[in-house]
């Protein structure tokens, strides 16, 4: 079967820029090149890694407690700041673990960015914990600037769309304030240099980076019987009654059930508690150990359950470290997660009840090569079943503004904070998944009525960006969506718009656009 570059654009890409369709080849043949290439890391090159943040966060939290100091100080009087402010600045500067952030999980992170105002125009910062918390701010806007500035011109779609699905797949939320600085920063460091690599390694580590170890609480977890938790018994003296840190089996329960064999992948209660034994240890520095650090990952031995483990009948010798990877890999390499990963690739890419032959066509190829990524996604673009003509996915609101912004050919400014307010308001904010199982993938989650209106009205607004001089809404529809797609009562509506905008309201809002086909 032959394959349309518009259909590789659309059904598996970001959606066409004006252009992208003249490329030389078929679909199939522009997409298996993309995977030939290492990803581009050029547009995030200037962005601090997640070292450097612990680092300025921790410092935020010390001027935070100097300035709070100064505040209760007996008749000094209260530094002048926003209720608003505090607020953020609380959020930002939870230790990993404590409960005060759960208290205000109320707001979407990405609505409290949408709301905040430009710091540029604001005044100059009343303490240094103020500063502090706006360059952490200003970091946290270029780094989702980033990634939507090189989702809308990027020339690989393919792998970034990948990307994010990688990045929905093991979702972090930034709703979590002690995760909040790091989700972004782990689809950068952990998932983009892994996207077309071995399984293994991605999860790795996306299971080892900050923003997963603090947002499932491993970063906090402590073995029954580590040195850690015998010390903290000593020194409570023996009584019980005294609150003390345990295992947390967060990760380890979304690592089985999410990120790798899936729900019905065979584990049980015992597999989870093995696993977060596993694990314990696998932690970030601390405010006392942060400065010193060039990572943003580090091992407390002292935290690790010590002793051997059983995780889905395969035994693990004690190992400190090495024994969680050693299970992970293992589990990288399970039949039930070739499964439970083919499936959702075929479901983000094809359709939201994908053919069963397909799910295991795609499983099959990754277990013959111990799961590498790219044999994975060459089994699903090599099938005939993904290039039916029966296949509609509808976009989600994140990949209708990117492919809005690509068709339409619009920038992305440095904070994007219009952007980030836009999805906030289309039920996607940025990061911001309301579970660790990440945003919904099928029709039924984005189609309602309100969220039809939303989007017409999202429409409108990018169809007034688009420089009405270069092409017709016409002759834009046709270079973005192919001939195909553009014909009959929809051709004839671009051709007899009353104005340019009119005409690219009406492209974006059409069916033909807003489905992947």
Same mark, same amino acid.
């Given at each position: 079967?032959?394959?349309?570059?518009?259909?590789?654009? &659309?059904?598996?890409?970001?959606?066409?820029?004006?252009?992208?369709?003249?490329?030389?080849?078929?679909?199939?043949?522009?997409?298996?090149?993309?995977?030939?290439?290492?990803?581009?890391?050029?547009?995030?090159?200037?962005?601090?890694?997640?070292?450097?943040?612990?680092? *300025?966060?921790?410092?935020?939290? *010390?001027?935070?407690?100097?300035?709070?100091?100064?505040?209760?100080?007996?008749?000094?009087?209260?530094?002048?700041?926003?209720?608003?402010?505090?607020?953020?600045?609380?959020? /930002? /500067?939870?230790?990993?673990?404590?409960?005060?952030?759960?208290?205000?999980?109320?707001?979407?992170?990405?609505?409290?960015?949408?709301?905040?105002?430009?710091?540029?125009?604001?005044?100059?910062?009343?303490?240094?914990?103020?500063?502090?918390?706006?360059?952490?701010?200003?970091?946290?806007?270029?780094?989702?600037?980033?990634?939507?500035?090189?989702?809308?011109?990027?020339?690989?779609?393919?792998?970034?769309?990948?990307?994010?699905?990688?990045?929905?797949?093991?979702?972090?939320?930034?709703?979590?304030?002690?995760?909040?600085?790091?989700?972004?920063?782990?689809?950068?460091?952990?998932?983009?240099?892994?996207?077309?690599?071995?399984?293994?390694?991605?999860?790795?580590?996306?299971?080892?980076?900050?923003?997963?170890?603090?947002?499932?609480?491993?970063?906090?977890?402590?073995?029954?019987?580590?040195?850690?938790?015998?010390?903290?018994?000593?020194?409570?003296?023996? &009584?019980?009654?005294?609150?003390?840190?345990?295992?947390?089996? &967060?990760?380890?329960?979304?690592?089985?059930?999410?990120?790798?064999?899936?729900?019905?992948?065979?584990?049980?209660?015992?597999?989870?508690?093995?696993?977060?034994?596993?694990? /314990?240890?696998?932690?970030?520095?601390?405010?006392?150990?942060?400065?010193?650090?060039?990572?943003?990952?580090?091992?407390?031995? &002292?935290?690790?359950?010590?002793?051997?483990?059983?995780?889905?009948?395969?035994?693990?010798?004690?190992?400190?470290?090495?024994?969680?990877?050693?299970?992970?890999?293992?589990?990288?390499?399970?039949?039930?997660?070739?499964?439970?990963?083919?499936?959702?690739?075929?479901?983000?890419?094809?359709?939201?009840?994908?053919?069963?032959?397909?799910?295991?066509?795609?499983?099959?190829?990754?277990?013959?090569?111990?799961?590498?990524?790219?044999?994975?996604?060459?089994?699903?673009?090599?099938?005939?079943?993904?290039?039916?003509?029966?296949?509609?996915?509808?976009?989600?609101?994140?990949?209708?503004?990117?492919?809005?912004?690509?068709?339409?050919?619009?920038?992305?400014?440095?904070?994007?904070?219009?952007?980030?307010?836009?999805?906030?308001?289309?039920?996607?904010?940025?990061?911001?998944?309301?579970?660790?199982?990440?945003?919904?993938?099928?029709?039924?989650?984005?189609?309602?009525?309100?969220?039809?209106?939303?989007?017409?009205?999202?429409?409108?607004?990018?169809?007034?960006?688009?420089?009405?001089?270069?092409? /017709?809404?016409?002759?834009?529809?046709?270079?973005?969506?192919?001939?195909?797609?553009?014909?009959?009562?929809?051709?004839?509506?671009?051709?007899?718009?009353?104005?340019?905008?009119?005409?690219?309201?009406?492209?974006?809002?059409?069916?033909?656009?807003?489905?992947?086909?």
């Amino acid at each position: 079967m032959s394959a349309s570059k518009a259909t590789a654009a &659309n059904r598996f890409g970001l959606g066409a820029r004006p252009g992208e369709l003249d490329r030389a080849g078929d679909g199939r043949q522009i997409l298996l090149a993309q995977l030939r290439e290492p990803p581009s890391l050029a547009e995030f090159r200037d962005l601090p890694g997640s070292a450097a943040t612990l680092q *300025r966060e921790y410092e935020q939290q *010390r001027a935070n407690r100097a300035n709070r100091s100064v505040e209760a100080a007996p008749k000094s009087s209260k530094p002048l700041m926003a209720a608003s402010s505090e607020s953020i600045s609380e959020s /930002t /500067t939870t230790a990993p673990g404590m409960d005060g952030a759960s208290a205000r999980r109320g707001r979407t992170a990405g609505a409290r960015i949408a709301d905040a105002p430009n710091d540029s125009a604001e005044r100059e910062p009343a303490t240094p914990a103020e500063a502090l918390r706006r360059e952490l701010r200003r970091q946290q806007l270029a780094e989702f600037a980033a990634r939507y500035r090189h989702a809308a011109s990027t020339d690989a779609p393919f792998v970034e769309r990948l990307t994010q699905f990688w990045s929905n797949h093991f979702a972090v939320s930034i709703d979590k304030g002690n995760a909040r600085l790091y989700a972004g920063s782990m689809e950068r460091e952990a998932i983009r240099p892994h996207v077309l690599g071995r399984f293994e390694d991605l999860l790795v580590a996306v299971e080892s980076h900050p923003a997963m170890l603090r947002y499932l609480d491993n970063a906090v977890s402590i073995g029954d019987d580590s040195r850690a938790a015998r010390r903290a018994q000593r020194m409570s003296g023996g &009584n019980g009654d005294k609150p003390r840190r345990g295992l947390n089996e &967060n990760l380890a329960r979304e690592i089985l059930e999410l990120h790798t064999v899936g729900v019905d992948g065979g584990y049980r209660q015992d597999d989870v508690i093995e696993l977060a034994r596993a694990i /314990t240890g696998w932690s970030t520095p601390g405010p006392r150990d942060a400065q010193e650090a060039d990572a943003s990952f580090v091992f407390r031995a &002292n935290a690790h359950e010590p002793g051997a483990r059983r995780v889905l009948g395969r035994d693990y010798a004690e190992g400190g470290v090495e024994q969680g990877r050693a299970v992970l890999a293992d589990l990288a390499r399970h039949p039930a997660t070739a499964r439970h990963l083919s499936f959702k690739l075929a479901r983000h890419f094809v359709a939201d009840e994908p053919p069963p032959a397909l799910v295991e066509r795609m499983a099959q190829a990754y277990l013959r090569s111990d799961g590498d990524l790219r044999a994975l996604y060459r089994s699903l673009i090599e099938s005939d079943q993904a290039w039916s003509p029966a296949a509609r996915k509808f976009k989600t609101p994140n990949d209708f503004v990117i492919s809005a912004l690509r068709a339409g050919e619009l920038p992305v400014g440095n904070e994007a904070r219009a952007l980030i307010g836009l999805l906030a308001s289309l039920g996607q904010p940025v990061f911001t998944p309301r579970s660790p199982a990440g945003f919904p993938d099928t029709a039924a989650d984005w189609s309602n009525p309100d969220g039809l209106f939303k989007r017409i009205q999202a429409a409108q607004l990018f169809a007034a960006r688009v420089d009405a001089y270069s092409s /017709t809404p016409y002759q834009r529809a046709l270079s973005v969506l192919g001939s195909d797609a553009v014909n009959g009562d929809f051709a004839i509506g671009l051709r007899r718009a009353g104005s340019a905008s009119e005409g690219y309201a009406l492209l974006f809002a059409s069916p033909a656009f807003q489905w992947r086909s």
